[in-house]
């Protein structure tokens, strides 16, 4: 493995974990911030809106999941790809704690 696997691995986690606030927002119909929204990040963007945003997530983590060459068989990459779900789940708690007092 290389370098570029693990940096793919991590990033990989970081856009899984990044689907699931973004795709059960929008599918049960609330408004959830995107980086489309207004200020980016911190309005809030329609369901519609955020469910796209999430099934691309979906697409580029799939992609760099493949990337990472992440398997079972390859305890490191697993580790790496956790890394990256426990990393952008972090900075959402704190980013994200404040949004309804908007």
Request: proline residues 7%.
């Amino acid at each position: 493995m290389t370098t570029l696997n693990y940096i793919a691995s991590f990033f990989a986690g970081a856009f899984f974990a990044n689907v699931v606030p973004h795709f059960v927002h929008g599918a049960s119909g609330d408004p959830f911030p995107t980086p489309f929204a207004n200020p980016p990040g911190k309005g809030l963007s329609s369901p519609t809106v955020n469910v796209l945003w999430s099934l691309v997530n979906l697409v580029i983590g799939f992609l760099l999941f493949r990337r990472g060459q992440v398997s079972t068989r390859n305890i490191a990459s697993l580790v790496v790809f956790f890394a990256g779900i426990t990393a952008i789940s972090l900075v959402h708690s704190i980013h994200f704690r404040e949004k309804h007092s908007r």
